[in-house]
């Protein structure tokens, strides 16, 4: 039922996930679980429930289902909420059930999936909620846990963000260190322009005014305005459209739940925020079992 999102999710296959899990797992089972098998009988079967205990929304229910799955394709995954959910206090959101130790052996690693996904999915929809009527689109970075960028860029769509690029290989973004090496701004374009694709769009991180008007002038598709004042962001988005409407105007920088709604006000396109999938809250999320369902 979840390999649509799964395979989504994965870039093209839930085979990516899976091997992910499988080490993930490995990390943590590593030549098995001692205290499961010191104290509960081999034969053991529960029902579990996982069920949050703070209001959310939710994100990871597939990847946590697959996770499950690679434990131990016998145990039963009954999801009770979907990702998307805007989820309250004491919320079911699945019930598992089969072998008491393959539940325990999957319990943590589908709970961090869940609770960190959730957590993201969650700050993304409070950033969406703040800029709620005006058609500046919220967009994540790079700035992600290395080997979960797939699944934190997934997070941040589930709470109704957008993605930026997903790593070094599919856009040119031209920023300040690359300025400095390569000896300017309209060096840097041109260079690009002769190497990469038709189809590939450049984006230039400007400083100033005088930055914003050399990437104008030298055909730049995105133009970022870092780390600038509203007034400042005003005027180059003035200047930019005037010269420029089809370019695209992204602001990075000091973006937060208080100034995010007048930064979109200056008339941005995008408003970039790194701290989606760097700095957040997990959602508290817990499994119980419910009772023994038999066994030796």
């Known amino acids: 039922m979840y390999e649509a999102t799964l395979a989504a999710v994965g870039g093209g296959s839930a085979d990516t996930l899976r091997a992910q899990i499988k080490a993930w797992l490995a990390e943590d089972i590593g030549t098995g679980d001692i205290t499961s098998w010191a104290t509960i009988p081999a034969g053991s079967r529960s029902k579990a429930v996982i069920h949050v205990k703070e209001a959310g929304v939710l994100a990871g229910m597939p990847i946590a289902a697959l ?21 309250q206090k004491g919320t079911v959101l699945a019930e598992v059930e089969g072998s008491t130790h ?13 609770q960190r996904l ?52 599919d856009a040119v973004m031209i920023k300040d260190n690359h300025i400095k090496g390569s000896g300017g701004i309209t060096g840097a374009v041109q260079a690009a322009r002769q190497v990469i694709p ?11 005014l005088e930055q914003v008007a050399e990437a104008l002038a030298c055909g730049s598709d995105i133009i970022m305005l870092d780390n600038m004042s509203n007034d400042l962001m005003r005027e180059a988005v003035k200047q930019i459209k005037a010269h420029s409407p089809h370019v695209i105007v992204e602001a990075s920088g000091n973006v937060n739940l208080t100034t995010i709604r007048t930064i979109a006000e200056c008339g941005v396109d995008v408003i970039s925020v790194g701290s989606l999938t760097y700095s957040f809250q997990s959602l508290d999320i817990s499994l119980d079992l419910n009772g023994k369902k038999g066994g030796a």
């Open 67 to 87: 996770v499950f799955d690679v434990v131990d394709s016998s145990l039963t995954f009954r999801p009770l909420a979907a990702d998307g959910d805007a989820v």
């Open 198 to 208: 038709h189809t590939m769009k450049i984006e230039v991180e400007t400083e100033s």
């Open 102 to 114: 393959s539940i325990l052996t999957g319990e943590r690693l589908a709970l961090n999936l869940l």
């Open 118 to 169: 959730s957590g993201i999915a969650t700050k993304t929809r409070a950033f969406v909620n703040a800029i709620e009527g005006l058609p500046t689109r919220l967009v994540d970075t790079r700035k992600t846990t290395p080997g979960h960028r797939l699944l934190e860029k997934y997070a941040v769509r589930v709470g109704g963000g957008h993605n930026h690029r997903f790593g070094l290989y």
